[in-house]
């Protein structure tokens, strides 16, 4: 049970750090095309 849940929490963090991540990434793209234009 214990194995179980710390799996599930393990893919729930790796979950919410990609969304994380492709959001950073996204706004610093469109950062440089604001700069760019």
Known sequence: MGFELMKYMIMFRACIARE??????????????????
Request: hydrophobic content about 40%.
């Open 20 to 37: 994380e991540f492709f959001y950073y990434r996204g706004n610093n793209i469109l950062k440089q095309d604001l700069e760019f234009l």
